[in-house]
C-alpha cells in the first residue's frame, strides 16, 4: 500500500511558476512509476508527466513540454513537478499517481494503482 499527499497548489497569475510536491508513504516508492495527472472543470483527467522507477526516463504530455518537470527524490520517498510559464488553461486539479511496472518503462501503457486527493492550482489572467 502507497499512500500519496499532494501539496503545493495555490492561485498564481499566469507567467508565474508553482512546484508541487507528493509525499509517499511506506518502504516500496522507488518500485514505483510516478505519474502527474490534472483535471480541469468540465474536462476529463489527463495525463501531464510521469517518471520512471529510477528517475532516469521521463515523459510529458505536449501541452506541457518545456514548461514544466517532473522529478523524484527516492531518499524522500518525494516527486515534485515544477511548473513554469502557467497558463490559464492550466487551472486544474492535480494529482500525482503511483504504479508498478515490469521490465522496459512505456508511460504511454504504465498503469496507476495508488492516487492522492489533489491539489488545486488556479492560473488567473
Known amino acids: 500500500q502507497v499512500h500519496l499527499v499532494e501539496s503545493g497548489g495555490g492561485l498564481v497569475q499566469a507567467g508565474g511558476s508553482l512546484r508541487l510536491s507528493c509525499a509517499a508513504s511506506g518502504r516500496t516508492f522507488s518500485t514505483y512509476a510516478m505519474g502527474w495527472f490534472r483535471q480541469g472543470p468540465g474536462k476529463e483527467r489527463e495525463a501531464v508527466a510521469a517518471?520512471?522507477?529510477?528517475?532516469?526516463?521521463?515523459y510529458y504530455a505536449e501541452f506541457v513540454k518545456g514548461r514544466f518537470a517532473i522529478s523524484r527524490d527516492n531518499a524522500k520517498n518525494s516527486v515534485y513537478l515544477q511548473m513554469n510559464a502557467l497558463k490559464p488553461e492550466d487551472t486544474a486539479l492535480y494529482y500525482c499517481a503511483g504504479g508498478m511496472y515490469v521490465g522496459a518503462w512505456n508511460p504511454r501503457t504504465q498503469k496507476y494503482d495508488y492516487w492522492g486527493q489533489g491539489t488545486q492550482v488556479t492560473v488567473s489572467s
Open positions: 517518471i520512471s522507477r529510477s528517475g532516469a526516463m521521463k
